[in-house]
């Protein structure tokens, strides 16, 4: 009932807006609430705007989504946009967004157009493995961006755990999906590090542990890409 409540009412805030009805090409709600694993108090609310002319109305749309979300106890409404004319190639244009690249096979199975026309057709298909060497070369980068930042070296630390459990074969990333296979390949770092996320995001670990963690994971997935 609250998912078709929120749902009208930011379809409603929109259509009664000349600004916003015609600001974009797209909104599209994906992610965990989508696939069913919501968390509340632990998991976000995941938007993604394709905006066809100016930026500008991006505040008044999170406004409109923060509003319309109140009760479903999200930990944070995330609002990703980008422009219509990125949207052929995200890897080399704009910026390319995790949901639109490593895990767009998720985001095309589990995502619903609030308001205008779906992007599906749109996206390119790019090769898993391509698309793994170029996230560790993110995370890397990351790594050194993030020192000093407890909270996003957790979260880069929990970005590395999804992705090794998804090339040693989690069907999706249904959190538990990911919990089981990281308890079959049995490394209990990545299982403690993923577990403190789900008991509400705990930031239990200290930053060289969290460094130690994502460098060696990223070494051995390193080694997966390379593969003869």
């Known amino acids: 009932m609250i998912f078709m409540e929120f749902l009208e009412c930011i379809k409603k805030r929109i259509i009664q807006d000349d600004e916003l009805k015609n600001g974009f ?22 938007f993604f705007a394709v905006i066809t002319k100016d930026e500008s109305i991006i505040p008044k749309l999170r406004q409109v989504l923060e509003d319309c979300t109140k009760e479903v106890n999200a930990v944070e409404v995330d609002l990703a946009w980008e422009y219509l004319e990125n949207i052929g190639d995200p890897l080399r244009k ?25 992007i599906s057709d749109v996206l390119p298909k790019y090769k898993f493995e391509d698309l793994l060497d170029w996230r560790i070369e993110r995370i890397l980068k990351l790594i050194k961006r993030s020192k000093g930042n407890t909270k996003l070296m957790h979260i880069l630390a929990g970005e590395t755990a999804r992705l090794l ?38 930031l239990k670990f200290d930053e060289n ?9 990223i070494t051995k997935m390193g080694r997966h890409v390379n593969k003869p």
């Open 25 to 46: 090409y797209s909104l599209i709600l994906y992610g965990s609430f989508v696939r069913g694993d919501f968390l509340e108090n632990v998991s976000d609310l995941d």
């Open 94 to 118: 704009g910026v390319p967004f995790k949901f639109l690249t490593i895990y767009q096979e998720d985001f095309l199975e589990n995502h619903i157009v609030v308001y205008g026309k779906d």
């Open 165 to 202: 459990a998804l090339i040693n074969g989690a069907k999706s990333l249904r959190k538990n999906d990911i919990m089981n296979i990281l308890e079959k390949i049995q490394d209990e770092e990545a299982i403690e590090i993923y577990r403190a996320y789900l008991d509400g995001r705990k």
């Open 209 to 217: 542990f969290l460094v130690g963690f994502i460098e060696s994971r």
